[in-house]
T-cell receptor, first 112, second 113 residues
């Protein structure tokens, strides 16, 4: 079946360092979404990418969708302690717009 | 603001009990989902529903059933709770049109003893 692999599983950085998490799908995706889950919280939607090669920015966060629509990345510039949490990617397979296929998430720790 | 509300934040049940987890959303979403979340395993889909009285199995439906009698409410039922069902349960909802975001409830931490 369709799978979305996400790496790394964990990463700890010093505050001010950059951070990147990557998602790779076994099949072409219609779109990909990114969510953030703070410790003790629930996943919260960050952004959606739809177009091949799309790049979107939200302040220090940069999201990319690959040309083949099979991979995506989230890059955080100059991390802050408020960035701590688990970042999930979730894609919709072609022809199925109801169910999201989730990566396992990348847990980010930031040392002040 | 979209609200997805789960009936309990924490729940402790005994092995063999029948357990009901309730979820209500106020945005008229067609799709509703039940996930369980365990450390290192991410979000695993148990069941989802795309319309009233409609349901589809997700990736791990064994030991669970669901009910959707009204559009805004989606219930997860553990027919006979077991200790391996101790987990965080998350409900989510979304519109049907392609690529719309999922809104999550606050989660129910279920402990089966």
């Amino acid at each position: 079946g369709q799978q979305v692999m996400q790496i790394p599983q964990y990463q700890h950085v010093q505050e001010g360092e950059d951070f990147t998490t990557y998602c790779n799908s076994s099949t072409t995706l219609s779109n990909i979404q990114w969510y953030k889950q703070r410790p003790g919280g629930h996943p919260v939607f960050l952004i959606q990418l739809v177009k091949s090669g799309e790049v979107k920015k939200q302040k220090r966060l940069t999201f990319q969708f690959g040309e083949a629509k099979k991979n995506s990345s989230l890059h955080i510039t100059a991390t802050q302690t408020t960035d701590v949490g688990t970042y999930f990617c979730a894609g919709t397979g072609a022809g199925n717009n109801r169910k999201l296929i989730w990566g396992l998430g990348t847990s980010l720790g930031v040392n002040p | 603001d979209v609200k997805v509300t789960q009936s309990s934040r924490y729940l402790v049940k005994r092995t063999g009990e029948k357990v009901f987890l309730e979820c209500v959303q106020d945005m008229d979403h067609e799709n509703m989902f039940w996930y369980r979340q365990d450390p290192g395993l991410g979000l695993r889909l148990i069941y989802f529903s795309y319309d009233v009285k409609m349901k589809e199995k997700g990736d791990i439906p064994e030991g669970y059933s669901v009910s959707r009698e009204k559009k805004e409410r989606f219930s997860l039922i553990l027919e006979s709770a077991s200790t391996n069902q101790t987990s965080m349960y998350l409900c989510a909802s979304s519109f049907t049109r392609a690529g719309t975001e999922a809104f999550f409830g606050q989660g129910t931490r279920l402990t089966v003893v």
